[in-house]
């Protein structure tokens, strides 16, 4: 049995949901708790062929609401744990991942968006992202990655690992059908060999000594009598999220600074969106690129910026304005028109965003 | 920005569009180029026209999708009017010949229109089975995108395994390769 999956830095080709499999593998996962779902099902493939390789565990549970909260069991015991599904299953998902926001527990989870309502296709969406960002009965005390490419999906798989780590709250990796299944270059590489130090987890539970005499006891709660006692607990979190979000957020942007026209999009939909900025740029069109890397946290401080700077933000999404809400609830009162371009459950092209920015102009 | 070309095949379930497409992607990818290839997947099996979008550059490619291919293959009759919203006025379309379709059914608004009897000569000359990798050597020949012998080494790196056992097989399929280069 070879002790590491990746040894040294290579150029690899292949599909997302590989990817997926490969990065938490080098993130140290220790187990990942699933059940099937398209397009995500070959994480799951994938993750148990390596798993057995590299003395990694896998657990195929009856529904995702059970993945979900084996996912928080695991995390408890101190494992580095994960989950991965889709669509109807992020629906089921969403029951464990509030209690693992009440908890404070390191929970990650790769969501491969699919289109909605309901069954609707196994192709591909961005429908999943106020479901990711805010489901669940809370206050979306989550971190959220909108991956864009297959170099993303391995580096922010890895990061979401040591964020949920660090900072308590429960990760995903937002990805999408197209990024599971399509096959792009990509450079694989053993994170500690670059530097990058993979924060150790510990037990909630099942810790040495007597409680209250050793130790101080560990109280894990998701349910309060008393309205002000959850109250008070909220208002440390609330500190806490607001601490952890200047340090978590993050985005791109280029060509901004004179733009009259902001192109905002995220995930996937980003790529078109960058193609289409730097074409109307060479025809000496000012038009601007941002794109959040984080959609919880928003890189508030910059959309704000952005939107007081800018005539117009072209918000363009394969969805109906999901990704829109979040931005707008950001930049309420500033200057800049929205103009949406919103395209639930469809991919979008370079050719239509340019179109679309250049007729706003 | 540097040259993008963009590559479509339409087929039935079952035809290898989607064989084609990933093992030109990694002949793309073992030259050291950026290739991105997504299969058009829904919730069937088999059955139904399978599309797959394939681009090839030197640079890092953008969407995954795209409206108008370089090159449009399509090899069934259902397949041909799929994908005929994909074909613009610098677009190659290659159909196979043996497609049942009216004249004015095809795309009109084609930089070129081929038809190639891919079928016929698997069928008749090599084995039906290497039907997809004669289309894979006419988009080899039509595009330039990737050498012969990059094509070759992909599917010697995808069956290999296959031709270790049966070495007439790699004869046939690069004899359906060169077949397919010479039909374009």
Redesign the interface.
């Known amino acids: 049995m070879s002790e590491k999956l990746i040894t040294e830095e290579k150029r690899v080709f292949m599909t997302g949901n590989e990817v997926v499999a490969w990065a938490a593998v080098a993130a140290g996962a220790e187990i990942m708790y699933g059940y099937p779902i398209t397009p995500q099902n070959e994480i799951m493939h994938y993750w148990t062929r390596l798993a057995p390789k590299y003395n990694r565990k896998f657990l195929q549970t009856e529904d995702e609401l059970s993945a979900g909260f084996t996912t928080v069991g695991g995390v408890m015991a101190g494992r580095k744990a994960f989950t991965a599904t889709a669509g109807p299953g992020n629906t089921l998902m969403q029951e464990p991942m509030s209690m693992a926001e009440a908890m404070r527990l390191p929970t990650v989870a790769i969501i491969q968006q699919r289109g909605g309502p309901s069954t609707a296709t196994v192709i591909y969406s961005q429908q999943e992202v106020t479901m990711t960002t805010f489901g669940g009965n809370g206050e979306g005390l989550r971190i959220v990655y909108s991956t864009a490419n297959h170099q993303e999906l391995f580096d922010y798989t890895i990061k979401a690992f040591n964020v949920a780590w660090k900072y308590r709250f429960p990760t995903f990796v937002l990805g999408d059908g197209y990024q599971a299944k399509m096959r792009e270059s990509l450079t694989v590489y053993d994170p500690e060999q670059r530097g990058i130090e993979l924060v150790k987890p510990e037990p909630y539970v099942g810790k040495p000594g007597t409680p209250g005499v050793d130790r101080e006891p560990g109280h894990y709660r998701n349910t309060y009598n008393v309205e002000e006692e959850l109250y008070e607990v909220l208002q440390d979190y609330f500190k806490d999220y607001a601490k952890m979000a200047k340090e978590v957020a993050e985005y791109q942007a280029f060509d901004t600074e004179d733009a009259d026209v902001i192109v905002l999009s995220h995930g996937v939909v980003s790529r078109g969106a960058k193609e289409a900025v730097e074409q109307l740029r060479k025809e000496g069109k000012k038009v601007g690129y941002f794109r959040p890397i984080t959609l919880r946290p928003l890189p508030e401080d910059q959309l704000k910026e952005l939107a007081n700077k800018a005539k117009k933000l072209l918000i363009v999404e394969s969805a109906q304005g999901q990704f829109a809400k979040l931005i707008k609830d950001v930049i309420y009162g500033s200057s800049a028109e929205v103009v949406p371009f919103f395209k639930p459950g469809v991919g979008i092209t370079t050719e239509e965003i340019a179109a679309k920015a250049n007729e706003i102009l | 920005?540097a040259k993008v070309t963009k590559i479509m095949l339409a087929g039935e379930g079952g035809q290898g569009v989607q064989s084609v497409a990933?093992i030109l992607?990694?002949a793309a990818?073992n030259e050291g180029r950026?290739?991105?290839?997504?299969?058009?997947?829904?919730?069937e099996q088999r059955g139904g026209v399978s599309i797959a979008f394939l681009q090839i550059s030197d640079e890092?490619?953008?969407?995954?999708?795209?409206?108008?291919g370089d090159i449009v293959v399509a090899l069934s009759s259902r397949a041909v009017y799929r994908v005929k919203q994909y074909v613009g006025e610098n677009t190659v379309f290659v159909y196979d010949a043996s497609i049942d379709v009216p004249e004015e059914d095809l795309p009109k608004n084609a930089a070129k229109v081929l038809a190639i009897p891919a079928l016929e000569t698997a069928k008749n000359e090599l084995h039906p089975r290497v039907f997809n990798v004669i289309i894979l050597g006419a988009v080899v020949a039509a595009t330039k995108v990737v050498t012969d012998k990059a094509a070759k080494d992909a599917i010697e790196k995808k069956l290999g395994y296959k031709f270790e056992q049966n070495p007439k097989l790699r004869e046939l399929n690069y004899q359906a390769i060169d077949k397919g280069m010479q039909l374009v």
């Open positions: 920005m990933q992607a990694e990818d950026e290739a991105l290839y997504i299969p058009n997947f829904g919730v890092r490619i953008g969407a995954p999708k795209f409206d108008i």
